[in-house]
């Protein structure tokens, strides 16, 4: 199946920082989402990107998916940020979402 | 508009145990699915329901049965359960234009 993998696995900023997270995957894909855990367990979608790049606030999504790659970039983190984000993709005709492990972010004040 | 919602929040069961879960979406999305989420893991699908009156088997079905009881809810169900089992359990849906998935607030699930 479908090979899905994060890093960096842990992250910790201090609050301004930036920040960049990767997501490789093994096959080509035709969904491609990424999400947010925040501390308290809620999952919160922050973009469906199979390709292309998107912006929302300070938070923008690239995927390249010739390249099975794709990235979340956080700009000035704030404490708020903290917590797991997930990518998770689905390839082919699959309705199975598979997700990555996950990068644990800590934002420090 | 609530969403997608789960009961119970939180359970404990002694082994052998069984229990249902409830999810209930009311976003009309045709496709709802059950994960289970464990310490440094990321999610993994248990089951999924591409529609109203069909289920399918994800990554870990074993121990598990699904009933999709109508296009709004889809239900999760431990026949006997396993201290294996104790776990995150997260409902989510998904339909029409929009893939993307959105979950419920989860159920921590303890089996002694």
């Known amino acids: 199946g479908i090979q899905v993998e994060q890093s960096p696995p842990d992250l910790i900023l201090q609050e301004g920082a930036n920040s960049t997270l990767r997501c490789n995957f093994s096959?080509?894909?035709?969904?491609l989402q990424w999400f947010h855990q925040n501390p308290w367990g809620q999952l919160i979608n922050l973009f469906y990107i199979p390709s292309g790049t998107k912006q929302n606030g300070r938070l923008s999504a690239t995927t390249v998916a010739t390249e099975r790659y794709s990235l979340l970039y956080i700009s000035s983190s704030q404490t708020t940020d903290s917590g797991v984000y997930f990518c998770a993709l689905r390839a082919g005709g699959s309705e199975k979402l598979v997700f990555g492990k996950g990068t644990k972010l800590t934002v420090n004040p | 508009n609530a969403g997608v919602t789960q009961t119970p929040k939180f359970q404990v069961l002694k082994t052998g145990q069984s229990m249902t879960l409830q999810c209930a979406q009311d976003?009309?999305?045709?496709?709802m699915y059950w994960y289970r989420q464990d310490p440094g893991m990321g999610l993994r699908l248990i089951y999924y329901?591409?529609?109203?009156?069909?289920?399918d088997k994800g990554e870990v079905p074993n121990g598990y049965n699904v009933s999709r009881l109508n296009k709004r809810e889809f239900s999760l169900r431990l026949e006997s359960a396993a201290p294996s089992q104790t776990s995150v359990y997260f409902c989510a849906s998904s339909g029409g234009r929009d893939v993307t998935q959105y979950f419920g607030p989860g159920t921590r699930l303890l089996v002694l």
């Open positions: 976003m009309n999305h045709n496709s």
């Open positions: 096959d080509s894909v035709n969904n």
């Open positions: 329901s591409a529609s109203e009156g069909t289920t």
